[in-house]
T-cell receptor, first 116, second 114 residues
Framework: AQKVTQAQTEISVVEKEDVTLDCVYE???????LFWYKQPPSGELVFLIR??????QNEISGRYSWNFQKSTSSFNFTITASQVVDSAVYFC?????????????FGRGTSLIVHP | DAGVTQSPTHLIKTRGQHVTLRCSPI?????VSWYQQVLGQGPQFIFQ???????GRGNFPDRFSARQFPNYSSELNVNALLLGDSALYLC?????????????FGQGTRLTVV
C-alpha cells in the first residue's frame, strides 16, 4: 500500500522568509512518481513538479526547489524568499509507475500562510 | 484554450437525494479522473476513465458511479446522499492515462448535503 505523510499541518511565515514543506512517502514499488501540487483558495490543484523514482537530482525552478532523497523516502519542497502569493495548501502525492491504473495517493496537505 | 470546466460550482442537496456532477476536459485530453476532497484532507481518488472505459476505481461505495462520453466529457453520479458526502469534488484531465503525463484540475464542485 502507498502512503504519503505531510506532518506539517500549517506553517506561518513572514514574507521573504525561506520555508520547507516536508513529504515522506511509503511504497513497495521500485518505479513510482512523486508530485507536488498547490491549491489556492479558488480550489483547483496546480501542478508544480513531477519526479520519477530513478531521478534523484534536485531541481530548482525560480524560487522553488525540491530535494528528493530515496534513502529517507522524502521529497521536500523549499520556497525561497516567500511571497504573500505563495499562501495556499500544498499537497505531495505518490503514484505507481508501472502496471495497472496510476492511482495517486495524496498527503493531507500543508497550509502555508505568508504574512506581509 | 479553456481549462477543465466543472459544473455546477456549488450544490446543496438533501440526504437521500441523487446528484450528478459534470466535467469537460481540456480539448484533446482523453483521460478524466474524479477525486473527493473533504475539508482539511487531501484529494481521494474515486474513478479514472480513459477512452470511455473505466481504468481505475478507488475505495468508494457503489453509490458512486461515473461514465465518460464519446466527446470525453464525464459525469459523476452519487445516489442516496449521506452527510459525509459533503466535499469538494475535483475533476482532472490528462492527454493519456499515465503518471508521466501532467494532470490538469478543474476548480471543483462544492457539494453540501444537509
Amino acid at each position: 500500500a502507498q502512503k504519503v505523510t505531510q506532518a506539517q499541518t500549517e506553517i506561518s511565515v513572514v514574507e521573504k522568509e525561506d520555508v520547507t514543506l516536508d513529504c515522506v512517502y511509503e511504497t513497495r514499488d521500485t518505479t513510482y512518481y512523486l508530485f507536488w501540487y498547490k491549491q489556492p483558495p479558488s480550489g483547483e490543484l496546480v501542478f508544480l513538479i513531477r519526479r520519477n523514482s530513478f531521478d534523484e537530482q534536485n531541481e530548482i525552478s525560480g524560487r522553488y526547489s525540491w530535494n528528493f532523497q530515496k534513502s529517507t523516502s522524502s521529497f521536500n519542497f523549499t520556497i525561497t524568499a516567500s511571497q504573500v502569493v505563495d499562501s495556499a495548501v500544498y499537497f505531495c502525492a505518490l503514484s505507481k509507475g508501472t502496471g495497472g491504473s496510476y492511482i495517486p495517493t495524496f498527503g493531507r496537505g500543508t497550509s502555508l500562510i505568508v504574512h506581509p | 484554450d479553456a481549462g477543465v470546466t466543472q459544473s455546477p460550482t456549488h450544490l446543496i442537496k438533501t440526504r437521500g437525494q441523487h446528484v450528478t456532477l459534470r466535467c469537460s476536459p481540456i480539448s484533446g485530453h482523453k483521460s478524466v479522473s474524479w477525486y473527493q476532497q473533504v475539508l482539511g484532507q487531501g484529494p481521494q481518488f474515486i474513478f479514472q476513465y480513459y477512452e470511455k472505459e473505466e481504468r481505475g476505481r478507488g475505495n468508494f461505495p457503489d453509490r458512486f458511479s461515473a461514465r465518460q462520453f464519446p466527446n470525453y466529457s464525464s459525469e459523476l453520479n452519487v445516489n442516496a446522499l449521506l452527510l459525509g458526502d459533503s466535499a469538494l469534488y475535483l475533476c482532472a484531465s490528462s492527454l493519456v492515462q499515465s503518471p508521466n503525463t501532467e494532470a490538469f484540475f478543474g476548480q471543483g464542485t462544492r457539494l453540501t448535503v444537509v
